[in-house]
Structures are given as C-alpha cells and as structure tokens.
C-alpha cells in the first residue's frame, strides 16, 4: 500500500510533531494560541462520514490532545472543528482558548490576524511536555 | 430535575426543529445555506470533555444530521464545529457548504455577512423532510 501522505498545504502551515495510533499530530506555526491539528490516516474527507468506530476513536485522539491543552497549557476552552474547505483532505482542529486571548471570542479560522513564531526551542519543549503527558500515545516526530 | 433549557442566545439566533434522542436540533435563522446546530442534553460545556460513549453517540446524532443535508439538500461539504466561545452551552454546528455558496470557501463563523429570512413555507417543508428522512429519530417541535 501506497505510504499516507500529508496534503501539502497542511505541511506548510504546520509543524509535525508525531504519530498517534490514528493520526499525525500537527501544529499551526501561527504560535499566538496553541492550535493542533490531527490528520487521520484515510481517504474519507469528511469527519462525520467515517463510519461509528473509527470516527470515535479518531475522536478519542483529538480528545486527549485537548486535555493536554486544558491541564498543561493552562487552556479553559477548546475549539473544535473539521472544515475542510481550502485543504480536502480531513483534518481536525483542536484550538486552545482563552478569553484574553488575541482572537477571542472570534473563532480562528479566518480571523486570526496575528501571528507569532515559535522558537526551536519552544517546539521541543512542547515536544516533550506532549511525549510525557500521551505517553505511549504518540511517537515523536524527529523533524 | 429541572427541565433542560436551550441558552437564550441559541434560541434568537435559531428555529426549533425538533427533538433528537440526545439533542435538540435547531435551524440558524440565516437561509442563506443549511446551517444546523445540534444542543445535546448536558451540562459539559466541551464536546471533547464529554465522556466516549455519549460523545461518540452525540456526533451520531450530528452524523445523520449531516446525512440529511448531503442526501437532501445536495450539499457535497459539510463543516463541522464545536466553538462556545460566545454561547457556553455546549452545541454542535453541522452547515451544508458548496463550492458556489456565498462564503465559501470561508467558514461561516464570523464570515458569513449575507443574509436570508426562510419562509414559514419552507420551514414547514423543511421539517416534513426531516421527519422523513430521520423517521423516529426526529420528534418535530409544535413551534
């Protein structure tokens, strides 16, 4: 079988940071807010048209992706969404927020105008922190 | 127990459809495209803090929702989203989406400046499809 491959546009929005069981763990460079995107290993382009099982566990990843959000970043909120209408291919945002944040209440998608970047060494600390908190969950990215 | 009231906010902003088993399922009053939001019986503010087993059941619901509106309304995308930031009650939007419509390919949170008012008629006609299509699934609202 033809290896996965991620939709170009998503790469060059995001970091990769690792494998979960279901999907490839990302996360937008835009580093004002933390924002992760998971992309599940299928062809199906829409979230709600994978079948009950796999849209569940799919589900369950993005899930402890916001836990880390919730616990170790210190986010009240989550966003959630899978839209799909510049990049086809599913992908899922998981959006930490917080109401002094630089975008709030106004969702991200199409509203963030600012931007920030993450240092190298940001993105290996996040790294880590991610590594610890999923455990066996993710396997690193070593980009 | 108290009877479970739909946030205010949600209920200007929408019609009532009808009864889901696990949610009450609402119509955003802007015709402009299909734009259903589904409010499930709880007090978790988070779709991805809901336990596995109700959140898997919960999407379901917003799953043959989202059926409906490809089947029915000819919609090949649909956008899927849980936000809250303005309305804590937790409410999952599932919009029909178009590569013709009037705000693709934005999302339409935040982006979606043009306006419809649906007529009593379609409404009405909108709900005996529902009803037909979701069979015993769907109990209609009286409103």
């Known amino acids: ?34 924002w992760f995107i998971l992309v599940p290993e ?6 709600l048209d994978l079948a009950g ?9 993005a899930s402890r992706v916001a836990d ?3 616990h170790e970043l210190a986010c009240p909120k989550i966003n959630f969404a899978a839209i799909g209408n510049v990049v086809p291919q599913l992908h899922l945002h998981v959006v930490g927020r917080k109401p002094d944040d630089v ?3 106004a969702p991200v998608w199409g509203n963030l105008s600012a931007t920030r970047q993450y240092t190298a060494l940001e993105i290996g600390r996040l ?17």
Chains 1, 2 share one sequence.
């Open 68 to 70: 880390f959000i919730k």
């Open 42 to 47: 299928t062809g199906v382009a829409d979230l």
């Open 1 to 34: 079988m033809a290896e996965f491959e991620i939709h170009a546009q998503l790469l060059l929005d995001t970091y990769r940071l690792g494998r979960m069981p279901l999907c490839h763990l990302l996360l937008h460079r835009n580093g004002v807010l933390p």
């Open 103 to 105: 975008c709030w209440p």
């Open 53 to 61: 099982d796999l849209r569940a566990a799919v589900i369950g990843e």
């Open 127 to 143: 790294k880590e922190r991610l590594e610890r908190f999923l455990g066996g969950e993710l396997v690193l990215s070593r980009e």
